[in-house]
């Protein structure tokens, strides 16, 4: 590999390391996992950085990052790779804006009640088939829009949108079952 090779890895893909890595994690479901899936995703990302064209190298290292743990996720857990098109359709319901930590929390037990609920949200996400989580991760943890999500998943826009409403559909029944 090249000096400049070497240079442009350092470049564009060390700085989305985390990124990276909080992908994989949840992909994969644990830290070890994602471990191993980024250090696979970062060789795959040294031996293609010459053939790379200038553009979205986030999107880019993403999709790399998304391949690789979809490959690691077959070879190891093979059932636990479940694509949408194999479910059966869930019923929509609007999603209200926000987020669980939407404001600090004032007193110790409001700081126990929002990490209590940070936890049942996060189970409940860790929950959802792996390409809705994906969708959702995208989304809301790495603030892609829906044509980068439809580039790092290389499927179409409107399939974004239907997994993003899956699984907001899959997390509002799962929250709510489990808040009874």
Not at 134 to 161: C, F, N, Q, S
């Amino acid at each position: 590999m090249t000096t400049l090779a070497r240079a442009r890895f350092s470049q564009l893909v060390l700085p989305r390391l985390d990124e990276g890595y909080r992908l994989a994690h949840w992909l994969t479901g644990n830290a070890t996992d994602a471990e191993d899936v980024m250090q696979e995703a970062c060789l795959r990302a040294y031996r293609a950085i010459e053939t790379f064209a200038e553009g979205n190298a986030r999107a880019w290292f993403l999709t790399i990052v998304r391949n690789t743990g979809y490959s690691w996720l077959q070879r190891h857990r093979p059932r636990a790779v479940i694509f949408a098109e194999d479910l059966a359709p869930a019923t929509r319901a609007a999603l209200d804006a926000g987020s669980v930590l939407a404001e600090a929390p004032e007193t110790p037990e409001t700081a126990l009640i929002a990490r209590d609920e940070a936890g049942r949200l996060s189970q409940a996400i860790e929950a959802l088939p792996v390409p809705f989580r994906e969708a959702l991760v995208l989304r809301e943890y790495h603030g892609l829009g829906y044509r980068e999500i439809a580039e790092v998943t290389g499927v179409p826009i409107g399939t974004v949108m239907s997994r993003l409403a899956r699984a907001r559909q899959h997390l509002l029944e799962r929250l709510a079952k489990d808040g009874r």
